[in-house]
């Protein structure tokens, strides 16, 4: 996959998060940060659970995922 394409993948899954999580984005340099570590999160969880994630549909769900879970644990963590 191109760094672009890996780029707007994880601006898109940052800006989902965010709007998922707390009702709206972090800008585009937040939301693809946030992406891009929830495309390893998701990543990591989904190969722990034995699914995989093929095409670029997929690695948006993957990241998309892997970013809800990483904002509800700073959520969580902010709030402890």
């Given at each position: 996959?191109?760094?672009?394409l890996?780029?707007?993948?994880?601006?898109?899954?940052?800006w989902?998060?965010?709007n998922?999580?707390?009702?709206?984005?972090?800008?585009?340099?937040g939301n693809?940060?946030v992406?891009?570590?929830?495309a390893?999160?998701g990543?990591?969880?989904?190969?722990?659970?034995?699914?995989?994630?093929?095409?670029?549909?997929?690695?948006?769900?993957?990241?998309?995922?892997?970013?809800?879970?990483?904002?509800?644990?700073?959520?969580?963590?902010?709030?402890?």
């Open positions: 996959m191109g760094l672009i890996w780029l707007i993948i994880g601006g898109l899954a940052g989902i998060a965010g998922v999580m707390r009702g709206g984005g972090f800008g585009i340099f693809i940060g992406g891009i570590v929830g390893v999160l990543g990591l969880l989904f190969r722990l659970i034995g699914l995989a994630s093929t095409g670029i549909i997929g690695s948006l769900v993957t990241a998309t995922v892997g970013a809800v879970v990483l904002l509800w644990i700073v959520a969580k963590l902010r709030k402890g």
